[in-house]
């Protein structure tokens, strides 16, 4: 039977928050089984838990934002699209403010710091959301769908209309049977457009952005110095948000993911939808020799 994992011991960093621009200190620590990722405020009086659930989502405006009894935890898709990649089921994440750390724009640093603590098998059966029948959201011409599919698959497609994106390619697609998580799609970094920053920063939106931790462009070309780390970066890096969105649902899904200019609201609105149609879903584990290829990896991290 394929096991829950979690972390070996706790794992601390400090960062800046990407759209608060604030430093936050974060604490990532084992968790019991079937007690799932939960975020834990420890900066106020009643060190509130905000349970990482898609039904927590209350903000989507250029990130997912988690809250409960008016305590938020915002920009929680990174994280959770590197315990996705790892694997994780459960665990404790402790901030000392609202915004988990952007670090470098990417999953890479959570990635690095989740496996330098290391990871175990519990001692329960690993649950799955195994879509049988499949679920659609739409808004105009932007779309989100989960299909059935005996595996992890994604398929996303941008159009954002820039000389710099244009130039890349605007589709990409990744099967977690054949392509690895941490090669694939982890160091994708977050983007933004110059032109916006001003406005965004009047909404208290971006201003922890930087060169350092997104690719920033302007109206005609990428203003950061290095080179993309894929020739198609952007539309990898919407493959990890959704993942991390997608892992809101609460265990690993067993499908594929197709999406046309989605982003966090529209992913959320799929899992609500996905979530309130009980015949779409139904939760189940495996026998180790019997689950989806993309998990069947004996004692190796998901996806790797």
Do not use: W
Not at 273 to 295: H, M, Q, R, V
């Amino acid at each position: 039977m394929m096991k829950q994992r979690t972390i070996a011991a706790p794992v601390k960093t400090v960062g800046i928050g990407l759209h608060s621009g604030l430093k936050v200190t974060i604490v990532i620590k084992p968790a019991p089984v079937n007690s799932g990722v939960q975020f834990v405020r420890v900066d106020t009086l009643e060190h509130s838990i905000i349970p990482a659930t898609a039904l927590a989502v209350c903000d989507t405006r250029l990130a997912s934002v988690i809250q409960k009894d008016g305590v938020r935890v915002s920009t929680v898709e990174h994280l959770l699209s590197a315990c996705a990649g790892l694997g994780l089921d459960n665990l404790l994440i402790e901030l000392d403010g609202e915004e988990v750390p952007i670090m470098d724009g990417s999953a890479a640093s959570f990635l690095f710091l989740i496996e330098s603590a290391g990871i175990v098998e519990q001692d329960a059966p690993r649950q799955f959301v195994i879509i049988k029948k499949s679920v659609e959201v739409r808004d105009g011409d932007k779309l989100a769908r989960l299909e059935p599919f005996f595996g992890f698959k994604l398929d996303f497609t941008i159009d954002f209309k820039h000389p710099a994106v244009d130039k890349t390619g605007q589709r990409f697609v990744v099967d977690f049977a054949e392509q690895a998580y941490r090669s694939e799609i982890g160091r994708a970094r977050t983007f933004g457009f110059a032109h916006e920053v001003e406005a965004l920063r009047e909404m208290g939106l971006a201003r922890g952005g930087s060169l350092d931790n997104a690719i920033v462009l302007d109206e005609h070309r990428i203003l950061n110095n290095e080179e993309l780390r894929y020739e198609d970066e952007f539309v990898r890096h919407k493959i990890l948000d959704a993942i991390g969105d997608l892992y809101l649902v609460g265990h690993p899904i067993v499908g594929a993911y197709v999406a046309e200019k989605s982003g966090h609201a529209l992913n959320n609105a799929l899992l609500r939808k996905l979530l309130e149609d009980p015949s779409s879903y139904e939760i189940g584990s495996f026998a180790t020799n019997k689950a989806p290829e993309a998990y069947s990896q004996e004692s190796q991290p998901l996806f790797f």
